[in-house]
């Protein structure tokens, strides 16, 4: 493989991610991945988070894992850093470069048609502003992420995705698309929330008569025969 300017560095990000998987150390580290992500850092470290939390959010305990990068970007946009920063302790992690293939193998397709489609466009959703709201997002969406709520990673991670590509690519359409998906979400909890508080008064009562019938069955049974 050859040694890139990862300063200067023009491969579609699709390009980026395949190179990383084709090295030969076993071993991938996070701080190579933000290393070879160069001057694109928040978008692009944003996009390649989020599809890896799509891709292994099903397996249990990764998304805590998987979710703590993306909500020190999310804090790091709302506060606007220049450049993206890491902990050390989390660049020193790794994870092996087979498990990394096998995951970028299932998103490259479908990024590559993507990216040919992607160009600069209403930038005020790319602006600085743009940039401090989509943060406070990540942040909410990081916390849900992170919650153990079984298939709940799908939403928030492709969301994440979305603001990520639109950063990374300076697409303003792309981050629009994310706002929707997150209008669509946030309408959907409280619809499901106002359905709630108008249901349950009628549900309750019923659902500890149910909860209390076995008790009052048995009690009358044992007292045919008492």
């Known amino acids: 493989m050859p040694d890139y300017d990862y300063q200067a560095d023009t491969r579609p990000f699709s390009q980026v991610i395949e190179d990383i998987g084709a090295k030969d150390d076993p071993k991938l580290y996070i701080g190579e991945l ?15 988070f989020g599809l890896l939390n799509m891709v292994f959010g099903a397996v249990p ?14 804090v790091q946009l709302l506060t606007r850093r220049d450049q993206l920063w890491m902990p050390r302790w989390l660049l020193a992690r790794s ?13 490259l397709k479908p990024l590559r048609k993507v990216e040919r489609l992607a160009r ?11 940039e401090v709201l989509i943060g406070a997002a990540i942040i909410l969406l990081s916390g849900v992420l992170m919650l153990p709520i079984p298939g709940g990673n799908f ?17 303003g359409l792309a981050v629009l698309i994310a706002w929707g998906a997150v209008a669509l979400v946030a ?10 508080e108008w249901v349950s ?5 019923v659902w500890d008569w149910l909860v209390g019938m076995p008790s009052a069955v048995w009690h009358a049974f044992t007292g045919l025969f008492s």
């Open 120 to 130: 600069p466009r209403i930038e005020v959703m790319t602006s600085e502003l743009s």
């Open 61 to 74: 305990g990764t998304t805590t894992v998987l979710g703590a990068p993306m909500l020190l970007i999310g």
């Open 34 to 48: 933000i290393n070879a992500f160069g001057e694109r850092g928040f978008g692009a470290t944003l996009l390649f």
């Open 187 to 196: 309408t959907g909890a409280v619809i499901v929330w106002a359905a709630w």
């Open 155 to 171: 939403v928030p991670s492709f969301i994440m995705s979305m603001f990520g590509f639109g950063l990374l690519q300076r697409d």
């Open 95 to 107: 994870i092996e470069r087979s498990t990394y293939r096998e995951a970028v193998n299932k998103v």
């Open 201 to 205: 008064p009628y549900l309750l009562p």
